[in-house]
């Protein structure tokens, strides 16, 4: 069992938890993801690995509560348990030799771009982050990603925070100004990652996307997590999951990903119900 020490509401549909998880802290890397259970009867799904602190052997989740398994992990507080959290998996973001980036996330993929923009901030690279949401209510990690990023600009679709309009507005303006960025790390909704990939490649910088489909085992066994990149069958869990964004199929995978919204949806409407129950 893993114990939860810590929990924050971030906004009313997104949760961060420190868990104690000491072997997986010891190897988890910025860009990797556990899959966990709530329980042993539950489904497993893949979070990814928000941070984490070594010497305290704690990893840090933070997840959109949009299903039911989400829904009932929100439910356990500090001292309750995780049956099962297994990592870290998948491929760590590549740094090396990166010396300007700029990290573009939106909404709750903005928990996945934090610890991308804090592994290069750490290596001295100059990081410009450029994160979106709809609104100001939405709104996470803004001081985190401060911290983090030489240069910070904050969107919303309302203009109720920030600036007005879509993270792929200044990404356009930085790079008909010249930036010369090594790499442009995009993480957020699928038609996010699409039209930063698009906004890119008339400018020919390199745009590395972080695919996040619905995943199973986590060893690329169940072929849940399958895409094509290149025209080729690759799975996110082990192949990724992070890939050259130019190379990606985004059609396919929206199309894919639209499948499970019916029943993710109704299974998080039975555990409300659930919890509704035993409040009664």
Not at 84 to 92: I, K, R, S
Not at 106 to 112: L, Q, S
Not at 115 to 144: M, T
């Amino acid at each position: 069992m893993y114990k939860i020490v810590y929990k924050k509401s971030l906004n009313p549909t997104v949760t961060l938890m420190d868990v104690e998880a000491p072997l997986v802290a010891r190897k988890a890397e910025a860009g990797q993801f556990i899959i966990l259970r709530v329980d042993a009867d539950g489904e497993r799904i893949p979070l990814t690995v928000a941070g984490y602190d070594r010497a305290r052997g704690t990893v840090r989740i933070i997840f959109q509560i949009v299903g039911g398994t989400t829904a009932l992990l929100n439910e356990k507080n500090v001292g309750d348990s995780i049956c099962d959290f297994v990592g870290p998996l998948g491929n760590a973001t590549k740094t090396d030799g990166l010396k300007k980036v700029c990290v573009v996330g939106g909404g709750v993929g903005c928990a996945i771009a934090l610890p991308v923009a804090q592994k290069l901030h750490s290596l001295g690279c100059e990081v410009h982050s450029i994160i979106g949401f709809r609104s100001k209510d939405l709104l996470i990690l803004e001081d985190e990603f401060k911290t983090a990023s030489a240069k910070l600009t904050i969107m919303t679709d309302d203009g109720s925070y920030g600036e007005k309009g879509l993270v792929t507005e200044p990404l356009k303006t930085a790079l008909e100004r010249g930036e010369n960025y090594d790499e442009v790390i995009a993480i957020g909704p699928l038609v996010m990652m699409k039209f930063v990939v698009a906004t890119c490649k008339p400018f020919g910088v390199k745009t590395v996307v972080s695919m996040n489909p619905i995943m199973i085992d986590g060893t690329g066994m169940c072929g849940g997590c399958r895409l094509t990149v290149n025209g080729k069958t690759k799975f996110a869990c082990v192949d990724g999951p992070e890939f050259d964004g130019y190379e990606v199929d985004f059609d396919e995978a929206m199309l894919r990903g639209g499948m499970y919204r019916d029943f993710e949806r109704h299974a998080y409407d039975k555990a409300c119900n659930l919890f509704r129950k035993e409040v009664q």
